[in-house]
C-alpha cells in the first residue's frame, strides 16, 4: 500500500512564538516566528503560513539559523529579533546569525509583500550576503514568490523574475526554498556555465549545473556545492536579443 503523503507540521516551542517541524530534515535550523502573539496555537501547518492572495491565517518569518538557540534562551532570542524585524505584509524570510550572549544578526533579509493582484512578490532589491569570492547572487524587486507543493501540502517556495516587457511572463521556475528535506535552509537553482574559451564573440558553449548555496554555510561542501549535469547548450547573439538550443551533452 502507498504511503499518504504527509505535511509539514510546526510546533510552538514553550512559552515563545517560535515554531519548528514536528519532523525536521537533517541538519535543519529553521524557526518558524509567528507575528501575532495573541493566543497561539499549539501547532501551525505549513500551509497556514503562506496565500497566494492576500495575508495568510498565520502570518510571520521563516527564520534560517546557524544554530537554533537552547530553550533556555529562546525567549530573550525572540524579545532580540522581534526588535530587528518590521511588520511583515507576507510571511518572510531571514537568514539569521545566533551566538549565545551576542544580539543576533540577520545576514539576509527576504521582505515578501503583495502586488497590486494581492498576490506574494519580492518587496524590494534583496542582494544575498555571501563571503568574498564568490559569485554574486540577488533577488529582484516584484519577482513573485511561488508555492511549491506536492500531493496538495506545502514543500517550498519558488522565487522568479519580475514581468518584463517583451519577455515570457513569469513561470514556476527560478530560485527554490526548500521547506522539506535536507536543504531546508539553502537555495537551488540551475544556471549556465561556459564549458570551454569563449572562441567566437556572438555564440558560447554553455554548461548547465545544478547550484545548491546555504547563505550561512557557504564553505560546507554537503550545503554549498555545484552538480555539473553534462547537458549543454548554444548561446548565441542575434541583433540585441539571445537564443539558447540544447547542443546535447558533454563528452
Known amino acids: ?59 510571520g518569518y521563516f527564520l534560517f539559523l546557524n544554530k537554533i538557540p537552547d530553550a533556555s534562551v529562546l525567549a530573550a532570542f525572540e524579545a532580540s529579533i522581534r526588535k530587528d524585524l518590521a511588520t511583515p ?53 516584484n519577482a513573485p514568490v511561488l508555492a511549491s507543493e506536492n500531493a496538495d501540502f506545502l514543500t517550498g517556495f519558488t522565487i522568479t523574475y519580475p514581468p518584463l516587457a517583451g519577455s515570457d511572463p513569469p513561470s514556476a521556475q527560478g530560485i527554490d526554498l526548500p521547506m522539506t528535506g535536507a536543504a531546508v535552509g539553502a537555495i537551488r537553482f540551475a544556471g549556465l556555465v561556459n564549458a570551454g574559451p569563449v572562441k567566437v564573440q556572438d555564440k558560447a558553449l554553455k554548461s548547465l549545473v545544478l547550484v545548491q548555496i546555504d547563505p550561512l554555510r557557504p564553505v560546507d561542501p554537503k550545503r554549498t556545492f555545484q552538480t555539473i549535469t553534462g547537458i549543454q547548450y548554444t548561446l548565441t547573439q542575434v541583433g540585441a536579443t539571445y537564443q539558447i538550443v540544447r547542443s546535447g551533452s558533454a563528452k
Open 89 to 141: 505584509a507576507a510571511t518572510s524570510f531571514a537568514w539569521v546569525i545566533y551566538a549565545l550572549g551576542k544580539p543576533p544578526v540577520i545576514s539576509t533579509l527576504l521582505p515578501v509583500g503583495p502586488n497590486a493582484s494581492k498576490a506574494p512578490v519580492v518587496a524590494q532589491d534583496v542582494p544575498l550576503a555571501l563571503p568574498p569570492g564568490m559569485e554574486g547572487l540577488g533577488l529582484a524587486q
Open 1 to 59: 500500500m502507498k504511503k499518504a503523503q504527509v505535511g509539514v507540521v510546526l510546533v510552538r516551542s514553550g512559552g515563545t512564538t517560535f515554531y519548528q517541524s514536528q519532523s525536521p530534515g537533517p541538519g535543519e535550523t529553521m524557526l518558524f516566528l509567528l507575528w501575532n502573539t495573541t493566543s497561539p496555537p499549539a501547532t501551525i501547518p505549513l500551509e497556514q503560513t503562506w496565500s497566494s492572495s492576500g495575508v495568510p491565517a498565520s502570518l
